[in-house]
């Protein structure tokens, strides 16, 4: 997801080919969820904006906006995979563009400005996933971040240094008793986090990420705020190029998650990953040890304290085999599962086959008995010969 470094690249490209340019046309696919769940419809928007002017562009955390020549607004949300692509530039800031991403209009584009003025340049916001949102903002443009959804969102780490304090950030933490990595995810906290970012700071403040908030000591939510600001700041001066990012940056190295002796810093020391919020989070246990309760442990940290690089490869290794174990064992309990229900299953289609015949069998057998006595009845009760009654009273009177 792009984050505060990520969406001020963005920012410095619209600023440098949106501002103080007019809107000559615009193009808007009919997306019910990227325009509509935020209470706006693609053609509402082309009328909005449509033969208006950009006087600037604008960013508080992961949202930004264009700030037209009158209300109302657009504000911008990215979500998971939006972007902004420029028809006469490359706005990518990790990887090359492919040859393909250079087609124009791109792939997966929600709108797209068509502007007056030199140079040529169309502006397209694209989202493969629909996470993005697009809105108008209807408000005075000094009311923008005093507005929804803006204004529901905590300050932001690089042009709201005035209130994001020390003494702020000490009165946060304390106020909560949460894992401190989803204290500083939580956009109503903090603006422009997210999971990468959030990783950095933990690391430079050697904090480790799922203690709880309000167990840190003040020498230690100094050197959190000092990482908050600092991390954020170069994030946001380089646009995010992790080219430009210094070299002892976590960033630079966290990518070699599962593979071979890629997993650890050129210090040697091991980078480990594990669930903080529902989010993967890069650690460095001999850097970020627990100095209070946590939420979790990490794997590769003894209860007794940093294991050495030799002790973490055969906790790794046994942790291996044992997986592999549950692995086999489980695979093995399933087959057994799957054979009996398949007997199960067999043995009740027999069942259901032999019924029907024993029970029309039975019912046969009722309906003779049922007949022979209804014609018992009708022919009343059979009398005795004569020769047998005399028998019985001449044998009762011997008796």
Request: proline share 6%; aromatic share 6%.
């Amino acid at each position: 997801m792009p984050e505060i470094g990520e969406v001020a690249r963005i920012v410095s490209y619209l600023r440098k080919y949106l501002v103080g340019r007019t809107i000559s046309a615009v193009k808007a696919q009919d997306d019910p969820i990227v325009f509509g769940k935020v209470g706006t419809s693609a053609s509402e928007f082309k009328d909005a904006i449509t033969g208006k002017k950009v006087i600037d562009a604008g960013q508080q955390g992961k949202y930004f906006w264009l700030t037209m020549s009158s209300p109302p607004h657009i504000c911008m949300h990215f979500g998971m995979s939006g972007w902004i692509k420029f028809s006469n530039d490359d706005t990518s800031y990790y990887k090359p563009t492919k040859p393909e991403e250079n087609e124009w209009p791109p792939k997966y584009w929600k709108f797209i400005l068509q502007l007056k003025e030199d140079p040529d340049c169309e502006v397209a916001f694209i989202d493969a996933r629909r996470l993005g949102r697009v809105r108008l903002i209807d408000c005075d443009a000094a009311n923008i971040r005093k507005s929804t959804p803006l204004k529901e969102n905590g300050p932001d780490p690089v042009i709201d240094k005035d209130i994001l304090t020390l003494e702020w950030l000490t009165k946060k933490m304390r106020s909560k008793r949460v894992p401190v990595k989803a204290l500083l995810l939580d956009q109503a906290n903090i603006s422009g986090v997210g999971n990468w970012v959030g990783d950095e700071i933990l690391y430079h403040a050697k904090i480790h990420p799922e203690q709880y908030s309000n167990t840190f000591s003040d020498a230690q939510l100094k050197q959190l705020h000092t990482s908050l600001l600092h991390i954020c700041s170069v994030a946001v001066e380089t646009g995010a190029e992790s080219g430009k990012f210094p070299e002892d940056w976590l960033m630079k190295h966290r990518w070699g998650k599962g593979k071979k002796d890629k997993d650890r810093l050129p210090n040697g020391e091991k980078i480990v990953f594990l669930k903080v919020g529902g989010r993967t989070s890069a650690v460095v246990p001999s850097v970020q040890k627990k100095t209070g309760p946590v939420a979790g442990d990490v794997t590769g940290n003894s209860s007794s304290g940093q294991q050495s690089p030799k002790e973490e490869e055969e906790s790794a290794s046994e942790e291996e085999k044992k997986t592999s174990k549950a692995a086999k064992a489980s695979k093995a309990t399933a087959s057994k599962k799957r054979e009996a229900t398949v007997k199960k299953e067999s043995d009740n289609a027999k069942t259901k086959r032999k019924g029907p015949v024993k029970e029309e069998e039975e019912n046969d057998e009722d309906q003779t008995k049922a007949k022979k006595a209804k014609t018992s009845a009708a022919k009343g009760p059979k009398e005795e010969a004569p020769g047998r009654r005399r028998s019985a009273r001449v044998s009762g009177r011997g008796n």
